[in-house]
């Protein structure tokens, strides 16, 4: 069974940091894209952030540029979205994704396929 399972989230102040963790069991992370999407109470699911395992090329929305970062680990078969900075507009359920794709870039517009269950970040004082 192809699952992705997102931990890390929780309740942070403004400022404070986070790092979600998406691991994938089933399936191996390489030939693929892994994406970060988040959806906000009342508002549509938005991307985040993406990475090409095979590049590991990577986009960002840029709501989040350069606070936010997405990296990979091999030998985990994990993607991991560390964010710094975190704001109240970011609070969300955070979910990761997977497509299989043999590019070299990602895009948060593309169809994911795989998606894990999500995780709560809450940004509040």
């Known amino acids: 069974q192809l699952q992705l399972v997102e931990s890390g989230g929780g309740l942070v102040q403004p400022g404070g940091s986070l790092r979600l963790s998406c691991a994938a069991s089933?399936?191996?992370?390489?030939?693929?894209?892994i994406g970060w999407f988040r959806q906000a109470p009342g508002k549509e699911r938005e991307g985040v952030s993406c990475?090409?395992?095979?590049?590991?090329?990577?986009n960002y929305v840029d709501a989040v540029k350069g606070r936010f970062t997405i990296s990979r680990d091999n030998a985990k078969n994990t993607v991991y979205l560390q964010m710094n900075s975190l704001k109240p507009e970011d609070t969300a359920v955070y979910y990761c994704?997977?497509?299989?794709?043999?590019?070299?870039?990602?895009?948060?517009?593309?169809?994911?396929?795989?998606w894990g269950q999500g995780t709560q970040v809450t940004v509040s004082s």
């Open positions: 994704a997977a497509l299989r794709a043999a590019g070299a870039f990602c895009s948060s517009s593309w169809k994911y396929n795989i």
């Open positions: 089933g399936f191996t992370l390489d030939g693929y894209v």
């Open positions: 990475i090409s395992w095979r590049t590991s090329i990577t």
